[in-house]
C-alpha cells in the first residue's frame, strides 16, 4: 500500500523502526500533492522548500516527538511564519506572518512537518469553500460536490489522502460539516481546550481549532498535542486533562446516549435519517442504552448564530483597512476613500454580507432588538444542553440535515446556504465538544455522525466514536484516488 493511506500512528511506528526516512514520507506527500491537486485544488499554497530542508535534517536525528516527520495540512487562517497566510481573501495577498500560532508551535515541538496552507471560504465564512478569493476546491468522492466549509480544504487533502491530518477551524460546524461532507473524522472541541492565538479571528466567542483526520485514534492524538491554556490566549482555559487516546477501547455497556428528536426531524433527508438511525442502532448493540430527548430552542440556532457572529466578525474584521498590512486599494485621495476603496475591493460578497448584517445588528437602536435578544436565546440554548447532560453522557444526530450538495447549487441562496448548519450551530453556542465520523453514504456521497459530549469531555466523545468507527470505518471502503 502506497505511504498516502497509511495512518500517524502507522507512519511513526515505521520511522521509530527506521523502515522510512522523514525525508522519504515527505517527498512521497508531494509528489501525491503534485499529481493529484491539480483534481481536488485543496492546497492553496506549499513549503516544499522548507519542508524538504526539516524532514532531511530529522533523517540524522533520533525520532523525538509523537509526529517526528509527519506531514501536515494547515488551514489558511492559522498564521504560520515565513509562511503566506491569506484567509483565502484578496485583502491578505502576500501576507506573511512573523511568528508562529500557538498550536503551530506545538505541533513543530512535535517534530510535525508543514507541507502547505489549505483552502477555506474567505476568512472561514460559508459552508462550502466556494467563497474563496484563489480557487474552488471540490468534494474528493464526487467532483461536482462541495467538499464542505469553511475547512473544505482541509477536508478535502485527507480524504484525498494528500497529507494524514490537517487543522480546521469551527465557527459554526466548519470542521464537522466538511468531515461530514468528506467521509473523514472531524473534531470541534471544547471551547477555550485549544488556544486561539494565530487564529485570525471570525467570531471570537465561537472560533475553535481543531483536527482532521482519517481516523478516530489519530484525530485524538492531534487534539492532545494542540490542547492546554496558554498565556496568549485569556479565553484558553486552565484545564490540564489532555489524554484522550488511553480511554478509547472502553467499552460503551451502560452509556447512556440521548437523540434530540429536533436532529431527526423535518428538513433532514431520508438518506441521512437512515444512516444515523443505523449508527444509533450500533450504539445500542455496543451496549449504550439510548432514548428520545428535546433541544426546544435549538430550531432558533441559525437566526441566533449569524446574529452573533457577524455581529462579532464585523468588530473583528474592521482591523482590515488598507494601512498596516495585506490589500491597499489604489487612487484613493483621502483616508476615509482608501478605507472605502480597499474594503470594498479586497473582500468578497460573503464576507461584505456578513460585516453588513453585523453592524446593523450592533448599531444604535437595534442592538436591544437583535444583538442583545440573540445573547439571552443563546443562553436558552446553553441551558437545554445542560438539563440533556444532567441526565445523559453523549447527545447523537447527523452532521448536517443531507449529504454534499452540487458545486454552484447554492452559492447564489445564503439562506439554503445558512441551513445547513442547522445541527452543527448549537453545539459552538453551548462552547461543547463534538466530532463527527463517518456513517454511511448516498450516491457515493458520504454522510456524517455527529457525537456531542459535555464541556471537557472530549474523552468521553473519542471513545463512543472509536468504538462505533471499528463496526464502520468509510476509509477503510474507499480510497478516492
Not at 461530514?180 to 473534531?187: N, R, W
Not at 447532560?389 to 444526530?397: E, L, N, R
Amino acid at each position: 500500500m502506497s505511504l498516502r493511506y497509511e495512518s500517524i500512528e502507522s507512519l511513526s511506528q515505521m520511522i521509530q523502526n527506521k523502515a522510512l526516512k522523514p525525508s522519504e514520507l515527505i517527498a512521497d506527500t508531494f509528489k501525491n500533492i503534485e499529481q493529484d491537486d491539480a483534481k481536488i485544488q485543496s492546497f492553496l499554497a506549499l513549503d516544499k522548500e522548507q519542508a524538504m530542508a526539516k524532514a532531511a535534517a530529522l533523517d540524522n536525528e533520533t525520532p523525538s516527538g509523537r509526529l517526528f516527520g509527519i506531514p501536515m495540512g494547515i488551514k489558511d487562517n492559522i498564521v504560520t511564519k515565513n509562511v503566506e497566510t491569506t484567509c483565502a481573501s484578496k485583502m491578505l495577498t502576500g501576507f506573511t506572518p512573523v511568528y508562529d500560532a500557538t498550536v503551530m508551535q506545538k505541533l513543530n515541538n512535535e517534530n510535525g512537518i508543514l507541507v502547505g496552507k489549505l483552502n477555506m471560504d474567505e476568512f472561514a465564512m460559508g459552508g462550502s469553500s466556494e467563497n474563496s478569493f484563489y480557487k474552488k476546491t471540490v468534494n474528493p468522492f464526487d467532483h461536482t460536490a462541495v467538499p464542505g466549509g469553511s475547512s473544505g480544504g482541509s477536508a478535502a487533502a485527507v480524504a484525498a489522502s494528500l497529507v494524514p491530518f490537517a487543522l480546521g477551524s469551527d465557527t459554526g460546524g466548519s470542521i464537522r460539516q466538511p468531515a461530514s461532507y468528506c467521509g473523514v473524522v472531524g473534531m470541534k472541541p471544547t471551547y477555550g481546550r485549544v488556544s486561539r492565538y494565530g487564529l485570525v479571528a471570525f467570531a471570537s466567542s465561537l472560533d475553535q481549532i481543531g483536527p482532521i483526520t482519517r481516523n478516530v485514534k489519530d484525530n485524538a492524538t492531534v487534539l492532545e498535542i494542540i490542547s492546554g491554556v496558554d498565556k496568549m490566549d485569556s479565553t484558553s482555559a486552565p484545564v490540564d486533562n489532555v489524554d484522550f487516546t488511553s480511554n478509547l477501547e472502553k467499552d460503551l455497556t451502560g452509556l447512556r446516549v440521548a437523540v434530540p428528536k429536533e436532529y431527526l426531524g423535518e428538513g433532514v433527508q431520508a438518506e441521512v435519517k437512515a444512516s444515523v438511525e443505523a449508527a444509533i442502532k450500533e450504539l445500542s448493540a455496543l451496549g449504550a442504552v439510548v432514548e428520545e430527548v428535546s433541544l426546544p430552542n435549538s430550531k432558533y440556532g441559525v437566526a441566533t448564530y449569524y446574529i452573533l457572529a457577524s455581529s462579532e466578525a464585523s468588530a473583528n474584521l474592521a482591523r482590515f483597512d488598507g494601512i498596516r498590512y495585506g490589500y491597499q486599494a489604489e487612487g484613493a485621495t483621502n483616508l476615509e476613500e482608501l478605507y472605502k476603496k480597499t474594503r470594498q475591493e479586497g473582500f468578497g460578497d460573503e464576507v461584505k454580507r456578513r460585516i453588513m448584517l453585523g453592524t446593523y445588528a450592533l448599531s444604535s437602536g437595534y442592538y436591544d432588538a437583535y444583538y442583545k435578544k440573540a445573547q439571552k436565546v443563546r443562553t436558552l440554548i446553553k441551558q437545554d444542553f445542560e438539563k440533556v447532560f444532567a441526565d445523559y453522557d453523549i447527545i447523537v444526530g447527523p452532521v448536517a440535515p443531507t449529504p454534499a450538495f452540487n458545486i454552484g447549487e447554492q452559492i447564489n441562496d445564503p439562506l439554503t446556504m445558512y441551513a445547513n448548519d442547522i445541527l452543527t450551530i448549537p453545539v459552538n453556542l453551548a462552547g461543547l465538544p463534538s466530532i463527527s465520523v463517518p456513517c454511511g453514504e448516498h450516491n457515493g456521497r458520504p454522510i456524517g455522525l455527529q457525537i456531542i459530549g459535555k464541556p471537557f469531555d472530549e474523552q468521553k466523545v473519542y471513545n463512543v466514536a472509536y468504538q462505533y468507527e471499528q463496526k464502520f470505518n468509510l476509509t477503510d471502503r474507499y480510497q478516492t484516488l
